[in-house]
């Protein structure tokens, strides 16, 4: 019963802000928007954006990080069932090495919002500014410890993108992305030295492709390995 009454006391400090906003009058429909996979060496970087239904909560909502897959898994099927409306967005490595990372990260947010229905009169987004966005945005430093609709985006997104990865690891089994996602991990690496890096890995990156004079001069020249 303790551990019950200490989870509902944490899910409400978490739809603090929401609520707060909610009681000014001017916003109705608060949506959450977090994105996953920005910092990896390969596959998309994917965006989530959620609008709760007021007054339900998913017990157990966390950032993502903090839960574990077979958790994520479940509350994701929770979140789109009691959410007003959810999207989720993913933008190819390809993409990312034509605009950036940051620009990607961005892109992948707004269309989130984009593709809400109904649309939010506002949105609560993990550290990012938008000032494209369809809506006005509020920034939060660390949102999806500390909103509750942030934290339903950030594990809507990791669930997308970890099955992307798993599909990708079938393909290229060589890079354990099963295990390590795209990001940077030892086996990984490894790989890539070995194998050059797939149609999936983002060549901007300086650990994809190492430049000249970085002890990576053999590989500046081309775009793929032997998996091109």
């Known amino acids: 019963m303790i551990e019950l009454f200490a989870e509902a006391y944490r899910l409400r400090l978490m739809r603090g802000l929401e609520e707060l906003l909610t009681c ?3 916003f109705e429909r608060i949506a959450g928007v977090d994105e996953v996979g920005r910092g990896a060496l390969a596959g998309p970087v994917v965006a989530a954006a959620v609008i709760p239904k007021p007054h339900s909560v998913v017990p157990g909502v966390d950032d993502s990080k903090r839960l574990s897959p077979a958790a994520r898994e479940k509350l994701a099927v929770a979140i789109r069932r009691n959410a007003l ?11 990312i090495d034509c605009i950036n990372i940051l620009q990607a990260t961005k892109r992948a947010m707004c269309s989130a919002l984009e593709g809400l229905d109904p649309a939010p009169d506002l949105a609560i987004i ?27 985006a950030s ?9 992307t990865m798993v599909e990708l690891h079938d393909q290229y089994p060589h890079f354990e ?6 990001y940077g991990a030892a086996v990984h690496l490894a790989a890539l030295a070995e194998y050059g890096p797939s149609p999936h890995h983002r060549l901007t990156f300086r650990s994809v492709l190492p430049r000249r004079g970085e002890g990576g001069a053999g590989n500046s020249g081309h775009s793929v390995g032997r998996f091109g």
């Open 24 to 26: 000014s009058g001017d």
């Open 85 to 95: 409306a959810c999207a989720v967005v993913a933008v190819s490595p390809a993409r």
């Open 126 to 152: 993990d550290a990012v500014g938008l000032p494209l966005a369809p809506c006005p945005c509020l920034p939060v430093i660390r949102g999806d410890s500390v909103s509750y609709a942030v934290a339903c």
């Open 155 to 163: 594990i809507l997104a990791k669930v997308e993108r970890d099955r």
């Open 177 to 182: 992305f099963c295990s390590n996602k795209g």
